[in-house]
Nanobody
Framework: QVQLVESGGGLVQAGGSLSLSCARSGSFFASNAMGWYRQAPGKQRELVAVIASSDSTNYADSVKGRFIISRDNAKNTVYLQMNSLKPEDTAVYYC???????????????WGQGTQVTVSS
């Protein structure tokens, strides 16, 4: 089965930096996009950044200019470099991949288990 595993979360002071990575494993026919969402306590999951197979990117307004998303197709990995972190960035960050596990399988979203990012004042 397809699995997404995040790593790199942790505790950092405001103004600091942190990098996340997400590796995809298992059979996967195609991936149209990969990205990151986050969910703070009591809030809905929200888009942070997404990168398409064409390498085009899109960011939430709250992270533009601070976060950078990238991908390495050879490694089946997507990255999120987070700079100038703010306390409001504190959340569980989830990796996702949009694609399908076979040529006849339906397109769907795949999600990682999440990694905690905590930014202190």
């Amino acid at each position: 089965q397809v699995q997404l595993v995040e790593s790199g979360g942790g505790l950092v002071q405001a103004g600091g930096s942190l990098s996340l990575s997400c590796a995809r494993s298992g059979s996967f026919f195609a991936s149209n996009a990969m990205g990151w969402y986050r969910q703070a306590p009591g809030k809905q999951r929200e888009l942070v950044a997404v990168i398409a197979s064409s390498d085009s990117t899109n960011y939430a307004d709250s992270v533009k200019g601070r976060f950078i998303i990238s991908r390495d197709n050879a490694k089946n990995t997507v990255y999120l470099q987070m700079n100038s972190l703010k306390p409001e960035d504190t959340a569980v960050y989830y990796c996702y991949s949009h694609g399908r596990g076979g040529p006849l399988a339906p397109v769907r979203d795949y999600w990682g288990q999440g990694t905690q990012v905590t930014v202190s004042s």
